[in-house]
């Protein structure tokens, strides 16, 4: 069977946004300079100290929130939004949605496991409150494959629906931002984990927009 439709960028340059260009520069010398530090191991401090700052200084009960909001950071949780997202698109013949989405996902995937966390190899936090959580912890999967798969459904409503969008990528903010204290809070990442992935999600989202609308 012929596939009708793929992904041909084609005049990118067209779609080059001044200010869009200008963040993604700043998030992407902000992640390199953030891994030099962390490579060299100048803010350990740092993380121990902003680690034991959340843990000593947010109430009993916020054990329950912060194993809530790690859960929805799952993998498990993640696929499971992927393919039912990918469903929705076929079905309303997206195609060029669902195959930015499904290359992203993978991307991030990969890059993730495969070569940032390798290429860094920095230990998890020893004392953890979260069983089976193994390999390395710069930068965090969680924060980066969250923010791309939040932000990728929220810019594909938000073309539909503009109205939406300062509420949407709001919500996807205090997700985020929920998600990364309760993975420090739980042990099981460093607060840089979560800086490092913020770039690296907002770095291939920014990719992801410009293959879309270069695909259109």
Same mark, same amino acid.
């Given at each position: ?22 963040? &993604? /520069?700043?998030? !992407?010398?902000?992640?390199?300079? *953030?891994s ?6 100048d %803010?350990?401090? $740092?993380?121990?100290?902003l ?5 000593n ?20 949780v ?5 393919? &039912? /997202?990918?469903? !929705?698109?076929?079905?309303?013949? *997206?195609?060029?949605?669902?195959q930015?989405?499904? %290359?992203?996902? $993978?991307?991030?995937?990969?890059l ?7 290429l ?45 969008r ?7 903010s ?8 309760s ?28 293959l ?5």
């Amino acid at each position: 069977m012929k596939i009708k439709y793929i992904i041909k960028p084609k005049n990118i340059t067209n779609h080059f946004n001044l200010l869009q260009v200008t963040i &993604f /520069s700043f998030v !992407f010398i902000f992640f390199i300079i *953030l891994s030099y530090y962390v490579a060299k191991g100048d %803010l350990n401090y $740092l993380d121990i100290y902003l680690q034991e700052l959340i843990q000593n200084n947010f109430p009993s009960w916020f054990e329950s929130v912060a194993r809530f909001f790690y859960f929805v950071g799952e993998a498990e949780v993640a696929v499971f939004i992927v393919l &039912f /997202s990918l469903i !929705f698109l076929v079905w309303k013949r *997206l195609w060029i949605e669902a195959q930015v989405m499904a %290359l992203s996902c $993978l991307s991030v995937l990969l890059l993730i496991d495969k070569v940032l966390k390798p290429l860094f190899a920095i230990p998890r936090p020893v004392d953890r409150m979260v069983d089976n959580v193994y390999g390395y912890s710069y930068p965090s999967g969680h924060g980066s494959g969250n923010l791309l798969l939040y932000l990728l459904i929220t810019y594909f409503i938000t073309e539909y629906f503009p109205r939406w969008r300062f509420t949407l990528f709001t919500l996807v903010s205090i997700l985020m931002i929920l998600m990364g204290i309760s993975s420090v809070y739980l042990g099981v990442h460093w607060v840089t984990d979560f800086f490092a992935s913020y770039c690296v999600g907002y770095i291939l989202f920014s990719i992801s927009v410009l293959l879309h609308k270069s695909s259109e």
